[in-house]
């Protein structure tokens, strides 16, 4: 039964999108939002996950929502304990802007609980250069931020083969300008073809899928003083 809908993003109230959608709600994009909560409707009770991001919070990419983000908070979610085993939910990663501990962070969960099953809220790629936000100066000129991206995500491709993603609004930009500038979107490459990609990734705008009946669970990516992952008091159940 699918019974739990993965979307980029829907709300800040986290509560009311299972409400609406009468579904388990898993967003990104609300990079300050990091939680879980619970809506009982008359048919059960459904949970709704907001998971934060896996994005380098100082990169110059991170830049343009200071001052009217609360601070990000890195992390993933996961879906634990399923009929058919546990599953993975990546968090916006902005790359080649994301931290440079989340791969190995994202590794070391897959290590201890050998998820069944790879989700990604969206957001994979950054698009600095191409966003309709002014571009900071120091950040990587375009077309060493495609390659550094296409290698980040290439990396992640070879950890996780077969994922399904949905769309993130910095995913689509290289979309949403070829329409600016009066192009149709058609004309631009599969997303596995622009990153080199193998082809058992699927890039979808809403994914409804069955929970497996797993309890929804936050794993924070804890930072050290040096701003780096901090492993030794890494949250295992």
């Known amino acids: 039964m699918k019974d739990t809908t993965m979307t980029h993003a829907i709300s800040t109230n986290t509560l009311n999108n299972a409400s609406k959608l009468s579904h388990n709600s898993i967003q990104g994009h609300y990079h300050s939002k990091f939680g879980i909560e619970r809506f009982a409707d008359s048919h059960m009770l459904r949970w709704a996950m907001t998971v934060g991001c896996l994005m380098d919070t100082n990169s110059p990419a991170a830049r343009y ?3 009217v983000l609360s601070r990000p908070i890195n992390g993933c979610g996961m879906l634990l304990g399923g009929r058919k085993g546990n599953t993975l939910i990546i ?3 902005h790359m080649p802007y994301h931290h440079r501990d989340s791969l190995d962070f ?3 969960l897959h290590q201890e609980y050998a998820f069944e099953r790879i989700l990604n809220v969206g957001d994979i790629i950054d698009h ?3 966003s309709y936000h002014e571009s900071e100066p120091d950040a990587y000129d375009a077309e060493t931020e495609y390659l550094l991206a296409k290698s980040a995500v290439q990396e992640l491709e070879a950890m996780f083969p077969e994922m399904t993603i949905t769309k993130g609004n910095h995913d689509i930009l290289p979309e949403r300008k070829l329409k600016t500038v009066g192009l149709p979107s058609s004309m631009l490459s599969d997303y ?3 990153y080199g990609l193998k ?3 699927t890039w979808t705008d809403q994914h409804k899928f069955d929970s497996w009946g797993a309890y929804p669970f936050l794993q924070p990516m804890v930072l050290n003083k040096r701003g ?3 492993k030794d008091i ?3 159940r």
């Open 65 to 67: 929502g200071a001052g």
């Open 91 to 93: 968090s916006d990663m």
């Open 106 to 108: 994202l590794w070391a």
């Open 128 to 130: 600095h250069r191409g």
């Open 192 to 194: 596995n073809a622009i």
């Open 199 to 201: 082809g058992g990734w």
């Open 228 to 230: 780096r992952w901090d």
């Open 234 to 236: 890494m949250r295992i």
